[in-house]
Structures are given as C-alpha cells and as structure tokens.
C-alpha cells in the first residue's frame, strides 16, 4: 500500500526508510504514531545540523502524529559512541541538566511545543536491575555489536572500547521499548542504533519501530558533517548577524544540500555569491525574523565595504588546490612563520570572508577563496583571486 500525497512530505529529505512498505501501511491506515528522536544533551547548543531531523520530526506532527523527543539524561552519562575514534568523556549531572533545558529552548523553536511528548529515559533506565540488565543483553550477540563500524575499526586498531559503550545502543533501544515507539528518527550516522531497536522490541515482544534517517549536514568548512566540537557550525540561535556572515561563508559546493535540507526549495538560477544571499536571507528570516535578516544584510554589506582598504593586496592562489590557513597567512605576509600564524588564528584576529577562524587545520580549496578578503588582526587585509 503506497503512502498518500500528504505523506510524501515525510520522504523528501529521507535516505533509509525501513521497512518503507510497512511504513506506507502505517500512515495509510490512519494510526496515529508515536515518533521517537533521542537526544543525548551532551552540549548546550543546536545547531542546522540538528535543525534537519527536527524538520523531519516536525513533518510527522503536522500530519497529526505525537512527537515524542527523549531526553538522554541517563545515557549521556555514557555518551553515543558513534563517528567515535575514542570514548566521551562523560558529564556532569548539573551539565545535562544546563544543556537539556537549552536543547528544548531551542528545540521548540522547530518543533510544535503543544504537540511534543517530553521524556528523560533515567525513567526507565536508572531502576534496571542487573536482572534486567543481563537481561537486555541476551536481546544480541557481542558479534553483532562488533559489527558496528565505529567499534570495529577501534577493536580492529587495538584501541580502548570500554563494556559501557557497548551497552549504549541496546540503552538507546530499550528506550523504544518503553516509549512503545512506531518510528525512530536520526541521521545516516543513528542507522546501527535505529536498528538495534527495532531488533530489541522485537525481542521484548513489541511490535518493531520503522525506521526513517535524514542526511549529516556538512558543516561551514565543507568537509566533514556540521559540529559544535570541529567548529564548523551555524547554531539557531546565533546572533542574526553572525548567522549571516556563516552563511555567506560556506562553499558553493553546499548550496544544493542547504536548500533542500532547511529549505524544502531548490538553488534558485544566479550566481553562487546571490544565491547564498537568499539562502542567507531565508535563514534568518526562518529563526529570527524578515526584519533581523535585513538588518542583518546590511550589517554585512557595511562591514565588508567599510573595513576592506581600496589598495588592500591581491594574494593570487593556484588553481583547484587545498590551501592550507597557516600557509594562506604567511603566503599573504602577514606572518613570518606558521608559529606566528597560529597564534593568530588561536587569539581570534584571523578572518576569511568576515568570519573568525579558530581551526588552525583548515584547508579550504583555493576556488572556494577566490574572491574571499582575508583579514589578521584590525588593519592588515588581502583579497584574495586565482
């Protein structure tokens, strides 16, 4: 049975629907479900990233579905191990709850306040006995758990897998059997956790989750997904000026991505640098308002004219290179050694396109700097060309 129209809003942005067929059954048979997003409070903060399977979250409201978000006061004690190379370091309680009460702040600002379902799993989980926790564990085989790539590659590098992070995905699973979810939702990243719950509900008895993933954002650096730890973020909640120099600073080769994931509309015809204006425009006007995102435009037209010297430098790049930050400063003469470059960059007086660099890693393709002003400190300014 094929889903009706109204319910394709929720596969738009979809990469793993599973199982879809029954999926299609569920919301064409008018059950009302329960929608699950776990969220582990492990910083204060969301971020776009976060903000596209809180959309995705909010489309099942809007079909008249409970959305049910857990708050993962217990297992942010253990912290998720997934995209992990090593093990988090865990929090304080005075920690989760700080970032819990920001998290729904912010949260509810995508989401329908009256039409969300708020739990903490410390509910259910804080009273297992090791009964039930044994228990638990018969639910899968450690082979299957290995098969997780994160715990592979570190069992397979002989580096520390501690029995507390192979515990976390049957927690996050057993928080579907108690909140009997229909659907779970996450990004490609949650798929090894989103499936161990189907697989554990099946063993308590429950009748399996679906289950729906939504694409990583790539973050302002054009690499990796967005993150509040790697820096290459734009939070909701940032100030409407900083959204938007963000914004304007991402590459051209993430436009396609920002559009349809925040968005739901295609890269408009034009060029890159107009069409990151209306991207930009439409950001701010979605988490602040039309009239901060104007202002927030003409701050950074200001900025950009009123700081940039007429005679600044030309800093000519190679074609279709990474350049590294370090190398572009001392490149530029603004440094005389990758030292006194990364100072720069670690005291905040380093800027490319109006926004600060703090990674001292960064590589950007020379493309994405071609037209770009780099800035060190209140007086020394390059453009920058290929």
Known sequence: MKASPEHQTIYR???????REELDRRLSGGESLRVKLGIDPTAPDIHLGFAVVLRELRAFQDLGHTAVLVIGDYTARVGDPSGRSKTRPILSPGQ??????????????????????????SEWLAPLTMADIIGLTRATTLARILERDDFSKRYAANDQITLTELLYPLMQAYDSVAIEADVELGGTDQLYNLLMGRQVMEY???????????????????KIKMSKSVGNYIGVTDPPGEMFGKVMSIPDSLMHDYYALLLDRPVPEGEPVGQKRELARSLVSKFHGEGDAAG?????????????PDDAPVVRLPEDEEIWIVDLITRA????????????????????GGRVVRDERLSVSSRELEGQVLQVGKRRYARLAL
Do not use: M, S, W
């Open 333 to 352: 003469g603004f440094a005389g050694t990758n030292g006194e470059a990364r100072r720069f960059i670690k005291g905040g007086a380093v800027r490319v």
């Open 204 to 222: 308590y008895g429950k009748r399996p989750q679906c289950v729906v993933t939504t694409p990583l954002l790539v973050g302002t650096d054009g």
């Open 96 to 121: 989760i709850e700080e970032n819990t009460r920001t998290y729904l702040e912010q949260a509810y600002i995508i989401l329908d306040r009256d039409r969300t379902e708020v739990r903490h799993n």
């Open 296 to 308: 927030a435009e003409k701050h950074f037209d200001a900025v950009v004219r009123r700081e940039v």
């Open 13 to 19: 942005n979809a990469v793993d629907v599973i199982p």
